[in-house]
């Protein structure tokens, strides 16, 4: 059972177990939810979603479905070719979860931000109202960017290839910020290493922006 299912279950009682083939847990049903962020309207929705729990969560991330394809597949809102929700950066969301590592953990700081943000748009237009992150590579990068505190989309690049490898050969290598040095002998060393802690070295390699 994953962590937090009983509480989950209860704070969303439109969802629910649903019989699949599926390795880990389906969870599907109406989510509703009612937010409202610092300087933003209350918004009350809910949408049909289809949630597939990994049997490692939340080692590895959930993929929602949004099943009511309510959401408009129009390139604009976040919705994966593979019709899954790009809820934000895989190494951002994994960063969010760590913090709260359940069900209404993962529900709370990673569905429904994105959710709001669509019923957001789909009732006031405009952007979205969380920082908006690209499809595709180049977003992804950026938001590595501002995750590790570097300046271009290489460096960022360098930096998660040395979370692909073992620390001691990682530590052999050139730092990516910038310094010159060897990364076992920068500070930068230790800006890397709470991201070690969130993932395996073949998370990371699985996972190259
Ligand atoms: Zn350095």
Not at 36 to 41: F, K, L, N, Y
């Amino acid at each position: 059972m994953p962590p937090g299912l009983t509480q989950f279950l209860s704070d969303y009682p439109g969802m629910s177990i649903h019989p699949s083939t599926y390795a880990g847990l389906e969870l599907r049903g109406t989510f509703a939810f009612s937010a409202q962020p610092p300087d933003r309207p209350l918004i009350t929705d809910s949408y049909s979603l289809a949630i597939r729990v990994p049997p490692t969560f939340p080692a590895a991330l959930p993929a929602v479905t949004e099943t009511d394809r309510r959401i408009p597949r129009d390139g604009r809102h976040h919705v994966n070719p593979d019709e899954t929700l790009c809820l934000g950066s895989p190494l951002r969301l994994l960063l969010s979860l760590s913090r709260r590592p359940d069900l209404p953990g993962f529900s709370e700081t990673c569905i429904v931000p994105y959710l709001y943000a669509v019923s957001h748009r789909l009732k006031f237009g405009g952007p979205f109202v969380f920082d908006e992150l690209d499809h595709g590579a180049p977003g992804v990068l950026r938001d590595y960017m501002e995750l590790f505190g570097l300046d271009y989309p290489q460096q960022a690049h360098s930096a998660w290839s040395l979370l692909g490898m073992k620390k001691r050969r990682a530590n052999k290598r050139s730092c990516p910020c910038g310094c010159d040095r060897r990364l076992g002998r920068c500070a930068f060393n230790h800006r890397l290493r709470p991201f070690r802690k969130l993932a395996s070295r073949s998370w990371f390699r699985a996972n190259t922006p």
